[in-house]
């Protein structure tokens, strides 16, 4: 079973691809942190709980012009960094380097996924 735990609000949200060893800009977006819970049982008496998150970008006509088919060619990854948005509702800085996988959905968004133990703990905490 997969829960939806907590959503965390991103925004100023700056898209560079890593790109033959360069560091290109994508576009500016803003973005919605997803955490999650995975819940598997084991037997009856026991369950495996692991986490994970998701990067969710709306639909941008900045972001669909920059990223073409040819583009996504020799792409090793993303980074991403943007402000979140804290439970007092101070925006701090923060970063998301190295993403490498990610979809766009038939709606245009954008879903990058991670399963980064550490950072979604620090998310969870955020």
Not at 44 to 61: A, H, R, V
Not at 76 to 104: C, N, Q, W, Y
Not at 113 to 120: A, D, G, K, R
Request: charge should be neutral; include cysteine.
């Amino acid at each position: 079973m997969k829960k939806l735990i907590k959503t965390i609000d991103g925004m100023d949200c700056a898209i560079f691809a890593i790109k033959n060893h360069q560091r290109v800009f994508v576009g500016l977006t803003t973005l919605v942190v997803e955490i999650y819970q995975n819940i598997t049982k084991m037997n009856t008496l026991s369950q495996c709980k692991t986490y994970e998150f998701s990067l969710i970008i709306g639909d941008s006509p900045e972001l669909s012009k920059s990223i073409r088919p040819d583009f996504l060619n020799n792409l090793s990854h993303f980074d991403i960094k943007m402000l979140l948005k804290r439970k007092d509702d101070i925006f701090v800085p923060f970063e998301f380097a190295g993403l490498e996988r990610f979809t766009i959905e038939s709606h245009g968004s954008w879903v990058f996924e991670s399963h980064n133990y550490e950072l979604t703990k620090k998310l969870i905490e955020f």
